[in-house]
């Protein structure tokens, strides 16, 4: 788990595990929505992911981190928030979120997630926040 720290890029995420985030998705059944932003321009609906969201613009949160006050990992609103490393890491590329292309530099949720622990991770290079 340690890659993204030395590589990024399709080092780490070309799609790969889209295939980990479907089957873990599929052995997790829930309403909840799964939001979802990756590295790369595959389409994620050829692997099954055909009902994903696009990325929030700030994670929302349901406890006083949202009030502006941090807290270590503050609890989100009942989501799937599924994110490439490569954005975790501070890469400097377009994302893609299912609908349309990211600037990872400024997109704040990114910023957000950069301080939650992953509650699960799809393969090495997709990790969840819930």
Avoid: I
């Amino acid at each position: 788990m340690n890659g993204p720290k030395y590589l990024l890029g399709s080092n780490v995420d070309w799609g790969q595990d889209f295939l980990y985030l479907r089957d873990w998705l599929n052995k997790r059944p829930t309403s909840e929505p799964v939001h979802l932003a990756f590295h790369g321009n595959l389409d994620p609906t050829y692997f099954g992911l055909d009902k994903t969201l696009p990325w929030p613009e700030q994670l929302p949160s349901a406890n006083s981190a949202a009030n502006g006050e941090q807290g270590e990992n503050p609890k989100l609103n009942p989501a799937c928030y599924v994110l490439s490393v490569n954005f975790l890491h501070g890469a400097s590329w377009a994302a893609r979120d299912g609908s349309a292309s990211l600037d990872s530099n400024s997109h704040p949720s990114f910023h957000q997630a950069r301080g939650l622990k992953p509650t699960a991770f799809a393969g090495y290079s997709l990790w969840v926040f819930r």
